[in-house]
């Protein structure tokens, strides 16, 4: 799966999860319903719109590590892809927590383990022929 099409998958599930919470606020008869969405709901919405943000700029990390014309350059840049993929990271593990939460259960993990495990390994080993390229 390429980066932009990474993208759009956050983008729908940042839909989804503002789709979601508008419906429950809809649904939410009383002040403390309400409260309930928004401090519950709402800090999800928030992860998948930093999530998106995270992915785009792990891509323009790549973009500007393939443009980098010295190691230095490469070495500075590689450092802040690196940041990126932490921090997106923490924001899909945070998600994840959240979805086992409400689901009561770890199901909802299991479609992620595999996939993410190989997302990891093949950015790093992108990460390093383009290094190498350079």
Do not use: H
């Amino acid at each position: 799966m390429s980066t932009c099409s990474l993208v759009g998958v956050a983008e729908a599930f940042e839909i989804a999860v503002s789709e979601e919470i508008a419906k429950d606020m809809a649904a939410a008869d009383t002040v403390e319903k309400a409260q309930t969405v928004v401090t519950e709901e709402l800090p999800l919405a928030d992860c998948a719109m930093e999530g998106k943000f995270a992915i785009a700029r792990s891509r323009m990390e790549l973009e500007e590590i393939a443009q980098a014309t010295t190691e230095e350059e490469v070495t500075t840049i590689v450092a802040e892809f690196e940041k990126t993929i932490s921090d997106f990271d923490k924001l899909i593990t945070a998600a994840l927590n959240a979805l086992k939460e409400e689901a009561d259960s770890p199901l909802p993990a299991l479609g992620y383990t595999a996939p993410y495990a190989f997302g990891n390994v093949f950015l790093t080993i992108w990460g390093t022929v383009l290094v190498y390229v350079i």
